[in-house]
């Protein structure tokens, strides 16, 4: 049973920093990418970043672009999103995410299986 976990989230400043961490349990070699998604109320749950299984590539989307940093320890089955230079328009529920169907991009919330719990990211003005 895959189970993600996701920590890290908080109150944050403008322009400050935040490093998002997700534990990630059960995972079998056939769990290709995994990703960072997040969501606000009354919109869709937007991709940011993903870090393939296989190779390691990464991909960001273009709010993430330069500011966040997606990695991934596989030896302790972590992964984690470096957040720099914050934005009030940064905040949402971040959520990390696995079992990467294989089709589509892997910056689409509807190509992953699996889903953390989320953890809420509020950056001030």
């Known amino acids: 049973q895959v189970e993600l976990v996701e920590s890290g989230g908080g109150l944050v400043q403008a322009g400050g920093s935040l490093r998002l961490s997700c534990t990630a349990s059960?995972?079998?070699?056939?769990?290709?990418?995994l990703g960072w998604f997040r969501q606000t109320p009354g919109k869709e749950r937007e991709g940011m970043a993903c870090?393939?299984?296989?190779?390691?590539?990464?991909y960001y989307s273009d709010s993430a672009k330069g500011r966040f940093t997606i990695s991934r320890d596989v030896a302790k089955n972590m992964l984690y999103l470096q957040m720099n230079s914050l934005k009030p328009e940064d905040t949402a529920m971040y959520f990390c995410?696995?079992?990467?169907?294989?089709?589509?991009?892997?910056?689409?919330?509807?190509?992953?299986?699996?889903w953390g719990q989320g953890t809420q990211v509020t950056v001030s003005s």
């Open positions: 059960g995972l079998t070699s056939g769990d290709f990418a």
């Open positions: 870090v393939t299984g296989r190779t390691g590539d990464t």
């Open positions: 995410a696995a079992g990467f169907s294989g089709v589509g991009s892997p910056l689409q919330a509807a190509a992953y299986k699996y």
